[in-house]
C-alpha cells in the first residue's frame, strides 16, 4: 500500500502562483510514476499532468502546459505541482496518483491521496 497526502491548497488571486506538495509513504516511491489530476464542482476528474520514476519524462494536459509543471524528490518521497499564471477555471480539488512504473504515458492509476482544494478568486 502506497500512501499519498497533498498538501499547499489554499486561496489564490488570478494571475497568482501556488505549488502544491504529495507526500508518499508505505512503498518504494521512486518505483512509481506519478499523476496530478483535478475535479472541478458538477465536472469528471481530469487529467493534469504526470512525471514518470525518475523524473526524466513529464506530460501535461493542454490546459495547463506553459503554466503548471510536476516534479520530485524520490529522496523526500514527494511529488510537487508548480502552477502559475492561475485562472479561476483552474479552480477545482487536486489530486495526486501513483502508478507503478510501466508503459509511458501511465494508464491507469493504483493509489490515490485525498485532494486539496485550490480556489483561484479574486
Known amino acids: 500500500q502506497l500512501q499519498l497526502v497533498e498538501s499547499g491548497g489554499g486561496l489564490v488571486q488570478p494571475g497568482g502562483s501556488l505549488r502544491l506538495s504529495c507526500a508518499a509513504s508505505g512503498r518504494t516511491f521512486s518505483r512509481y510514476d506519478m499523476g496530478w489530476f483535478r475535479q472541478a464542482p458538477g465536472k469528471e476528474r481530469e487529467f493534469v499532468g504526470a512525471i514518470s520514476w525518475s523524473g526524466g519524462r513529464r506530460y501535461y494536459a493542454d490546459s495547463v502546459k506553459g503554466r503548471f509543471t510536476t516534479s520530485r524528490d524520490n529522496a523526500k518521497n514527494t511529488v510537487y505541482l508548480q502552477m502559475n499564471s492561475l485562472k479561476p477555471e483552474d479552480t477545482a480539488v487536486y489530486y495526486c496518483?501513483?502508478?507503478?512504473?510501466?508503459?509511458?504515458?501511465?494508464?491507469?492509476?493504483?493509489?490515490w491521496g485525498q485532494g486539496t482544494q485550490v480556489t483561484v478568486s479574486s
Open positions: 496518483a501513483a502508478a507503478f512504473a510501466g508503459s509511458w504515458p501511465p494508464q491507469m492509476y493504483d493509489y
